[in-house]
């Protein structure tokens, strides 16, 4: 029990935790409503007012890399610091790397909400920042990850926790990731070209494209979930043999799935069939994690009637299941030849992203900043509040593109009784317009939520530093 | 920690313990989920071995698949070998066969058919009438709209570009005229009406006033016109400059050389006062300024099947403002076919909506839609509320 | 304390989450495994169009309905064996050529403004796809594209085959004020494309960073210094606008395709 003994006597370094979970707050306001903005602009296209700056094309990518490097990205290192410190009852190996961590990675978002509205684009999803940016990124993400690993050699517990092998196995594909798909020669500052073209080109974007989505949204955010389901319900976690299962085949079987982005592409057809059966298989490892976080719960289920932080986790874990079930179906071969293209891929997305690994990010953020600044929440019932809204603009705006999505993709593909296509491309662009609206409306809901939870966040913090001024005591965490 | 631990009775934990109350259960993963693995690596090796997936430079087995003979998936109806293994393409070959035969019935009829006889028969013009629909909006709606409605330009950007890009197809108003032949022939040559720009042969007094009174033919017929005290200027203009050479001496536009015909109420471009005056000045396909109004040739380009022009032709035809056949004789003298124009259809609707989608297939996206998201919901909500509504078990 | 030292799992696994170093060896090696094996061969084996930039290539061949090779200067152009042996000789149905400097400078447009996020370039073996874009793409079409631009969402129509289907003209008005052309459209306006001129030192600089990639570069034989040089002159006073529109009406003519072919075996 030598791990118990030293952790209330060791002084974290949490300062730049705080600051971790305050960027992730605020960032997920802003990632959250530039996608509705980019949503509208779908919905009603006057919305681009003929600005080049914020077309849509120039605008979802600043979406896409604000909720993934910004809001994604300091919610796992807020959250990285704090489990890796907590759980190898030491300090971090270094607490000033960790600061050049936090504002090497803010540099890095300001310079990419600079740079995408200018059209400064490598041109592949979630990679398109500019060549000079992508080297911030590795020299960012190596101190990272040195200090991460550096963190766990010189912890006192004789054992990793889960958490961390989930971050381990992240930061370290992260770095395959990030340098392969990022070779490029730059033309001049603004521009470079990838080393790759074609086939190639397509598979390594989507190794890297598939993996960043299951080793940085997922393997990341199960890290996340691993250690506050279990501290904020109480409970150990459900079983440690599924643990170690189920790290191991995900860890194993992810990578193999970037090929499913590409089935019946030019590339050869052995590729697509790698891809689509991990990923089928990939259900059974999900689930283990979604089960092993929800089975943590088994005797303390009473608690979700009053604890609003763990329904976030909790709904975040039957959304995990969820979009891990609706991923495997849709890497079938036939029914990706309908998939693909659709809505249904950004339907799908979207469970992922704003079912499970934002849900599961608020009540990291809840549970931490109670901690961190060591005090209840501002308000309980804003709490709740948030949990409902961001419920429903979840499941209304996954329900939007569910619909429009598998209605494109059979509007595309259906023919007449006399042989011939029976609706034209336009016609499936004018049927969308209903969901693009909806899908609108229900990302509104969601960012209304991210809001309500700032005002909290704010006042929380406020309220900390007003009983700390006058109860020193409580200053520490 | 503590009582937590020990809460659900027997299982104990690893014994390990990180930051004062992190533990995990010993517990067995579910017997279900370590079937559901096993399963899984069966299912993809089988899976495997049907499909091609063994990136290996095995002649002739790495994209046919390994292929364990008889277990590697073959094209349905064919033998066992190799050559008639799964691919992507044999796919394809197979389900284009199945759509061949639909059509080839009335392919093979088409290819010897004139456009006339096709429209003349009623089970072939409405499977051309469907085929045509997509091959319409794929190669001719940019220019002419969904369905034939045109497509006005709002002249945003440049006042110039203000009008019509290409005619309005679903009227009856026709500058080559509307008889099922001038629209083949329009389709298969192409069309490149042109005419003279006038800023150098007129003061912009005069263009001022013709255009003017070419507006006043339009509202009120040429008649009408004719006598507007107002507009006498530029009826004198119009008289005496070289307009009535392509317009007619009635400027009811001529089919031969493809004029508008300017007594209707049918603007082929912009019937602004300036949209006029911009025409009248720079004419149409006359260099700097000039309207530019191309219509492709589609058979040059290769883009398009003789059969499948004929296919739009008839599609064309009907939109509802092709000329019936009686009166396509008469279509040469531009008299009888100005007197059609003259009742030419007003086009209001500029935006077609789609036509309602089948219902099946909003019924089917609607189900599979909502009952996953639905069942989503559900799953959620049923963890949430599981036992806690209920009375609590294990903990004290 | 008793259940401390009790290893519920192996003792291997036991090891690896005492050591970091161990954890971390064994993730890196277990999270390369899947890359490997479906990267790699994609560099050698025939049939991904990995060419040499000398006209050869990494063994890929396409067979007739005879079972004949079809000679891969039919599908990818080779000035040495052609009948057209410079790029403005060139002619649809030459085969796959890399792009001309005004096509380039499109191409850097359109990467720009995130075109690909709307329009796929990638038609797939389904007979939907080819009667509304046409036939299926090949691994070829895209050996230039470095960066490739196969898209993942069809919000707007694939555009693989687009050269040739539209004028020019319509492409201007298209791209300035869509819903001027096609009323349901929910593209944005590019009407600003044409305020700004091409950027001429970029694009030469890019056409000679494309010979010098490592995987399929551009041939210096079709790159040449020369032609290099000339590239000013044919982007001269051109605009963005006609750029973009030049690299449009490039795409997807390049092969001449005969039916019932197998392009993919
Ligand atoms: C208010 C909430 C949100 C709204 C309204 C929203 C809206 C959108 C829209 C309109 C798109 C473009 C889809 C298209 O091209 O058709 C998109 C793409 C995307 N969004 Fe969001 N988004 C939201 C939150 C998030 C969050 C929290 C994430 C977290 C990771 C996320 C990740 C993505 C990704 C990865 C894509 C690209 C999808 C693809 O390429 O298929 N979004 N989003
Ligand atoms: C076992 C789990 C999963 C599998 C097998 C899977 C499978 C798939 C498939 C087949 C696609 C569509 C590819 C296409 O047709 O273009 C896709 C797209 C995507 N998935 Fe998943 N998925 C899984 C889990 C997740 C999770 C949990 C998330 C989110 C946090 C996620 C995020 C994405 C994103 C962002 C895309 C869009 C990629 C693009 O830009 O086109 N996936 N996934
Ligand atoms: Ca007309
Ligand atoms: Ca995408
Ligand atoms: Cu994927």
Known sequence: MEAHAKSVTVKYDMDVVRWFTIAAVIFGVVGTFIGVYVASELAWPFLNFDMAEITFGRLRPLHTNAVIFAFGGNVLFATGYYIVQRTGATKLWSNKLAWFHFWGWQTIIVCAVITLPLGLSQGKEYAELPWWVDIMIAVVWLSYGLNYVMTNVIRTTSHMYVSNWFTMGMIVMITYLHVVNSMAIPVDWATSYSIYSGVQDAMIQWWWGHNAVGFYLTGGFLGIMYYFIPKQSGRPVFSYRLSVLHFWTLSFGYVWLGAHHLQYTALPDWTGSLGAAISLAMIIPSWGGAMNGMMTLSGAWDKLRTDYILRFLVTAMAFYAMSTFDGPVMAIKSVNALSHYTDWTVGHVHAGALGWMSMISFGALYHMVKKLWNTEMYSDRLVNIHFWIALIGAVTYVVAMWVSGIMQGLMWRDYDEYGTLTYTFVESVSAMHPYYVMRAVGGAIFNLGTWVMLFNVVMTIRQASATRATNPVAARA | MSENHKASGEVPTTGHLWDDDLADFVNQPPKWWMLGLTASGIWVVVYWLMYPAVPVAMAGTFFKGFGLPGLSLHLPGTDASSDNKWSAIKELTIDTQELEEVRKPFEDKLKDMTPAAILADANLSEYVARSGKVLFSDNCAGCHGQNGVGTFQTGKFSQREQGYMAPVLNDDDWLYGGDINAIHETIVGGRQGMMTPHKDVLSEQQIDDVAKYVIAMSAEGKDAADKDAAVAAGQKVFAESDCTACHGADAKGMAAMGSANLTDKVWRFDGSLAGVKQTISYGVNAGDNARVAVMPNFTAAGKLSPTEIKKLAVYVHKFGGGVAEAVADAVATPAVAADAATVAKPVDAQVVQAPPVKFDYVFWALMIGTAGAFSALLFALSFLFKNALTKKKGEA | ?265
């Open chain 3, 1 to 265: 304390m008793s259940d401390h030292d009790h290893i519920y799992s192996t003792k291997f696994q036991d090891k690896v989450e005492r050591s970091t170093l161990v954890m971390f060896i064994m993730t890196a090696l277990t999270v390369a495994v899947g890359g490997i094996v479906e990267i790699v061969p994609l560099f050698y084996l025939p049939n991904t169009a990995m060419s040499g930039g000398d006209g050869t290539f990494n063994g890929t061949q396409h067979k007739d309905l005879q079972g004949n090779v079809i000679p891969m200067d039919k599908i990818v152009w080779n000035p040495a064996t052609s009948e057209h042996k410079s790029m403005d000789d060139w002619q649809p149905g030459d085969g796959v050529r890399p792009y001309k400097p005004l096509e380039l400078a499109g191409r850097q447009v359109f990467i720009r403004e995130g075109c690909f996020l709307c329009h796929s370039q990638m038609i797939r073996p389904f007979r939907d796809e080819k009667d509304r874009y046409g036939h299926y793409s090949i691994a070829e079409e895209s050996m230039y594209d470095h960066t490739y631009q196969w898209g993942s969402k069809r919000t707007g129509p694939d555009i693989a085959r687009l050269g040739g289907k539209y004028s020019d003209e319509w492409h201007r008005k298209h791209l300035k004020y869509p819903r001027d052309v096609v009323p349901e459209s929910v593209m944005p306006n590019f009407f600003f494309l044409e305020n700004a001129k091409v950027d001429v030192e970029k694009t030469t600089k890019t056409m000679a960073v494309m010979t010098k990639m490592p995987f399929n570069p551009v041939p210096k034989t079709i790159y040449s210094a020369e032609y290099i040089a000339a590239a000013p002159e044919a982007l001269k006073d051109k605009t963005e606008m006609d750029a973009v529109i030049a690299f449009l009406q490039s795409l997807g003519n390049h092969v001449k395709f005969e039916e019932g072919v197998n392009y993919r075996d």
